[in-house]
């Protein structure tokens, strides 16, 4: 409904009569809201997020699947939704979870209002949750399996007995879930205001992209800096990969756990043999070190967020990045051809390596999608540099 031509959203947006929602943990923990997403159930594990903007580029984290996400920023929804800003063509995360939407929705660039996004991808939203109480919940005792339902059938035990019938992420595989299904190019630069998109001018270097779950900014990061850039699907072999003579192979995020991704695993092996240059983020930087020999874990509740400082081991320097990742790299594990780069002054956990023989690295953070220069893109630059000296 719009209010003097500005689109107006209630907690039950669209002028229905709002529905009622639940969130349903494994421990048993039940919070009662109302619904601002399509009604359904739906269940993964429950993560906790804490960037205060980005609520479309989180949703469309194809990393999220499977996870219901909770944002500690109490507003959500402010600037609606727009058609520029998805970090791929759909909502990947479970479900979303949050204290309040605001009444009323305004940017310049919004086409729809969160809750009538959520909706149209036919995906399940609660509001007027205590997010500061479960965040702690999260915190204290891990990442939760839990059960969203919204509706007029739900059903609280019913709600507890799915939370905890939720299998777990661990040993899941979900990166060919959400891969692409065949091989496409990539030629869009970012997003500049007045001007939106560009596209690529320059041709330097040829580089293909493995999807385990990309990012279209990271598409975006290489096309920028003169990457023909060519994604393909996740269990491409490496045969197929060497065969379109890449200057640089670039592994993406993704969902899921890195280790029963045994076909990535191989592939990356046979990369590394072949001597191309290798670039991981987060899914991408797991496989990267499973293929060397190093171990992952899962962790207690993840890093979700961003603005987490990440130290750069040689420099000190600190780099602010985006995170999302519940598996991280176990440090101990390392072989002695894989070498430190980064570790999380948050918790000390390892965020990036480099391969002491062979031009490969791997970084656990993200790039911020939105524009402007983001200490992560430096990464960028370091690829394109090994691609340039190989
Ligand atoms: N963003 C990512 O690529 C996440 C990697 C992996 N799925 C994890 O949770 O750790």
Redesign the pocket.
Known sequence: MTLSGIPFCLPAAGGEVSTTAILALEDGTLLRGVSIGASGCSVGEVVFNTAMTGYQEILT?P?YARQLVTLTYPHIGNTGVNPEDGESADIHAAGLIVRNVPGRANNWRMTETLPEYLRRHGVVGIADIDTRKLTRILRDKGAQRGCLWAGDDIDEAAAVARARDFPG?KGMD?AREVSCDAPYPWEQTPWALGQGYGVREESRYRVVVYD??VKFNILRLLAARGCEVTVVPATTPAAEVLARHPDGVML???????EPCRYAIEAIRALLDAGVPLFG????H?LLALACGAR?VK?KF?HHGANHPVQDLETSQVLITSQ?????VDEDSLPAHLRPTHRSLFDGTLQGVAHTHKPAFGFQG?PEASPGPHDVEGLFDRFIDLMAAS
């Open positions: 984290d990393s992420l979900l385990f779950g993406s995020n993704g969902p899921g756990d890195p983020i987060c899914l991408g797991q992952t962790m993840g999302n990742h519940g598996f991280a993200h």
